[in-house]
């Protein structure tokens, strides 16, 4: 019986043995498996904040470029790459094996001297001579030992080419307000000094002050509607406009300034509508005709007409005289530009009238083109929304 009790306890020690080694191995192979998870968790997350950090880096607008201890490059996001026009990989590259730049080579030098440089400007002129600020720092770890560096890089060129613009301007307005201004103070002198006391004297020279104070006046307007279209404050009166109506309406206006150079106005354009600002559109059609007389051929011809095209209407001021230069082509509609420059001073115009002409368009969602060959007159095109056609 003893014999028995023991075969059968000896039994149950080898199954509870061989049950809690094969529970022990599962639990085994269980903390295994969890831990793999984990470490695949761990490793996704890694991953998942280095994707978070690298698009959080190629989101920002400025260029930005991180540097080891050893000044070599660990990180450059998207923007840098695009202000520098880069496609290659740059990690674990100097600054200067990436960009054959001295100039920034010298920055982090002096970045390492210094641990830091603010406003730092570089021109780019190999980059259609793009300007770039360099704001650049040393990183330094608990201990101030120094990790690496980071250069952060803003694109200066619109700035400088606005800030160009502006004082373009100044001087353009400065030099226009300036010749009338002194034109004017001077016959005032002449005047006060004993010149009115001749009536044919006095006569001709209130004409002359007459005429440059009109002159200041028409800068003046000038001035004040090319600043109103730049800044988008014209709110358009859209109405249905009779094209034909308008330029005939127009040519009344130009009627003696074209006789008096012997100047055909040839109206064909044909029975269009388009939808449209009236005063702003005759303002167009006035600067247009005005620039043709002035500056075309004297006894020569004016046209205007227009197309239809799809949507849109095509409209044209095409006169015969000597043309427009190639390299002036692109340039017509900027303003205070002037072909010629001594001509236009003499004609009086403010060299405001093209940009006028372009913002006008602009505004009304059409575009404006010059072609000219020399010699044979220039045309001057723009597109207008069409609202009908009767003929």
Known sequence: MWFALFILALAAAIGIHFWWRASFQARQRQARADIETFQRRQQQTTIDAK???QVLFNSMLEG???????????LANRAFKSLFAIQAELRGKTIMEAL??????ELVRRVENEGQVFDYEVQLARLTERRLQVNAAAIRNSAGEREGTILVFHDLTRLKKLERTREEFVANVSHELRTPLSLIKGYVE????????NPETLE?????????????????QDLLTI?????GRVTLELHTVDLRALVEKVFNDFRQAASGKGVSLINQMPELTVNADVHRLEQVFANLLDNAIKYGRANGEVTVGAKQAGGSVEVFVRDNGPGIPPESLDRVFERFYRVDKARSREQGGTGLGLSIVKHIVQAHGGDVRVESTLGQGAIFSFTLPVMANKG
């Open 227 to 231: 600043s109103a279209l730049e800044s």
């Open 190 to 197: 002449t005047l006060l000094d004993g010149a009115r006391n």
């Open 64 to 74: 930005l470029l991180l540097l080891d201890r050893n000044q070599r490059i660990y």
């Open 204 to 220: 001709r020279f209130l004409k002359i002050i007459e005429r440059n104070a009109q002159r200041l006046d028409l800068l003046i």
């Open 51 to 53: 994707a978070q950090q």
């Open 100 to 105: 054959r730049i001295h100039e920034l080579a």
